[in-house]
């Protein structure tokens, strides 16, 4: 593996776990699913994953020409990714929830009165929610059209997908293992490095826009 491909890797990796955040979604899910039966809740997991990935896949393959076709170009992009990117991980060191991660109360309390959370709010925007959707264009974008690149961009969104549905499955005891603290330092941790990549992003989108000169 080259260095770019391992940077990538590396990026890609860290920066889907900390806006899709698979510790806090299934204490969320854990939460959200007291009343169902196990068998229900595998079902509303294998369901509520499948459906995350497939929106996650269409932002990765087709955002970037979704935005070509839009006139937004790839400095602003990088620009306006990094600042989304890094309110979350300014909420996510301070501990404090956001939209572009997890619900609202307001999406909380229309969960509470749904029998399945497969589709909202597990599959969105728990999972692949609006900072996940944008990490995905901008992560995609990055590649430059390398194809191995790409894949490893593709790879590295699957395996936070799919380590998310397996806390999904044992959702109950991750909650009960790691506690309102233990949640907490996970979400410090990586909404420092989260920030860390935001204003990377922020600064290469400026150096392309050709505004520092």
């Not at 229900?40 to 979704?66: E, H, P, S």
């Amino acid at each position: 593996m080259t260095e770019a491909m391992f940077e990538t890797a590396l990026v890609a990796f860290t920066t889907f776990f900390a806006v899709i955040g698979p510790v806090d979604v299934a204490a969320i899910y854990a939460a959200l699913t007291t009343t169902a039966t196990p068998i229900q809740r595998r079902r509303m997991a294998i369901k509520g994953t499948l459906i995350a990935l497939g929106i996650l896949l269409v932002f990765l393959l087709l955002g970037n020409d979704v935005l070509a076709y839009m006139g937004i170009s790839l400095a602003a992009l990088r620009t306006a990714g990094g600042i989304l990117l890094l309110l979350i991980g300014i909420k996510l060191v301070f501990a404090e929830s956001t939209g572009g991660t997890t619900t609202t109360d307001d999406e909380n309390k229309e969960a509470e009165l749904k029998d399945d959370v497969s589709v909202f709010p597990l599959a969105t925007p728990l999972i692949a929610g609006p900072g996940a959707m944008g990490a995905a264009v901008l992560l995609m974008s990055n590649t430059h059209g390398d194809i191995k690149l790409g894949a490893i961009v593709v790879g590295a969104m699957l395996a936070v997908v799919l380590m998310t549905f397996a806390l999904l499955l044992v959702a109950t005891q991750v909650q009960k293992m790691l506690g309102v603290t233990g949640l907490h330092v996970i979400s410090r941790i990586f909404g420092v490095l989260l920030t860390a990549l935001a204003v990377q992003f922020i600064f290469d989108g400026l150096k392309a826009s050709g505004l520092l000169g």
